[in-house]
T-cell receptor, first 116, second 111 residues
Framework: DSGVTQTPKHLITATGQRVTLRCSPRSGDLSVYWYQQSLDQGLQFLIQYYNGEERAKGNILERFSAQQFPDLHSELNLSSLELGDSALYFC???????????????FGPGTRLTVL | DAKTTQPPSMDCAEGRAANLPCNHSTISGNEYVYWYRQIHSQGPQYIIHGLKNNETNEMASLIITEDRKSSTLILPHATLRDTAVYYCIATLSGGYNKLIFGAGTRLAVHP
C-alpha cells in the first residue's frame, strides 16, 4: 500500500459525458502528479501540482483539467469524453524532500475509465 | 530528460539474478537514473535510483557505468512476483519533477 488513494476504482460512462477522478496523496506530500496509461500510448504524464499550484504540464488535452485543493487532495476532470479516453489514470505523490532528495513518486492503484 | 533505451523483453529463471540493462547515452551531469516497475496494471512502484555510484537496497542493486551512459538493474534472486514491466528513467532529482516513461522491459520470471 503506497498510501495514495484514488476513487473511484472503476468508472464506466458514455461519450460526451464528464467525470471527476479523485486522488488523496500520502500524508505530508505536497506534489501530486497525474498520469494516463492507455494500451497504445503507454504511461504518459499529464499534469503536476505542488502545494496547490500547477507546476508542470504534459500531454494533457484541453478537455481535461485538474486542481489541487488546500487539503492537498487533487481532482482530474475529464469532459466531452471520447472513446479514446478509455484508460487507466494514475495519481502519484512525492514528498517535500525537494532540495536534494529523492524524486521517488508513490503511485495510487489507479482509476480505470471506460468510455462507451 | 535524457532518452533511455531498454530491451522490450527478457526472461529469467526463478532464483537466478535478473540483469536489466538501460542505455542513457545523452544523460546530463545532474540527471539521476531511476528505476520503477509495474506489476500487471497496478500503479508503478519505485525500486531504486542513483547518480554515479552503485546503489543497493532491499529490492535491487543499480550499477552505473563510469561514463554514466548506461546502467544495469540487478534483481539478485528473482521470484515469480518480480514478473513486471521495468522502466528506466533519467530525470532530475527533487520533489517536483515529472517522470517520462518509455516502453520499459517486460521481465518474465519462470519456474
Amino acid at each position: 500500500d503506497s498510501g495514495v488513494t484514488q476513487t473511484p476504482k472503476h468508472l464506466i460512462t458514455a461519450t460526451g459525458q464528464r467525470v471527476t477522478l479523485r486522488c488523496s496523496p500520502r500524508s505530508g506530500d505536497l506534489s501530486v502528479y497525474w498520469y494516463q496509461q492507455s494500451l497504445d500510448q503507454g504511461l504518459q504524464f499529464l499534469i503536476q501540482y505542488y502545494n496547490g499550484e500547477e507546476r508542470a504540464k504534459g500531454n494533457i488535452l484541453e478537455r481535461f483539467s485538474a486542481q489541487q485543493f488546500p487539503d492537498l487532495h487533487s481532482e482530474l476532470n475529464l469532459s466531452s469524453l471520447e472513446l479514446g479516453d478509455s484508460a487507466l489514470y494514475f495519481c502519484a505523490s512525492s514528498g517535500p524532500q525537494w532540495a536534494s532528495g529523492s524524486n521517488e513518486q508513490f503511485f495510487g492503484p489507479g482509476t480505470r475509465l471506460t468510455v462507451l | 530528460d535524457a532518452k533511455t533505451t531498454q530491451p522490450p523483453s527478457m526472461d529469467c529463471a526463478e532464483g537466478r539474478a535478473a540483469n536489466l540493462p538501460c542505455n542513457h547515452s545523452t544523460i546530463s551531469g545532474n540527471e539521476y537514473v531511476y528505476w520503477y516497475r509495474q506489476i500487471h496494471s497496478q500503479g508503478p512502484q519505485y525500486i531504486i535510483h542513483g547518480l554515479k555510484n552503485n546503489e543497493t537496497n532491499e529490492m535491487a542493486s543499480l550499477i552505473i557505468t563510469e561514463d554514466r551512459k548506461s546502467s544495469t538493474l540487478i534483481l539478485p534472486h528473482a521470484t515469480l512476483r518480480d514478473t513486471a514491466v521495468y522502466y528506466c528513467i533519467a530525470t532530475l532529482s527533487g520533489g517536483y519533477n515529472k517522470l517520462i516513461f518509455g516502453a520499459g522491459t517486460r521481465l518474465a520470471v519462470h519456474p
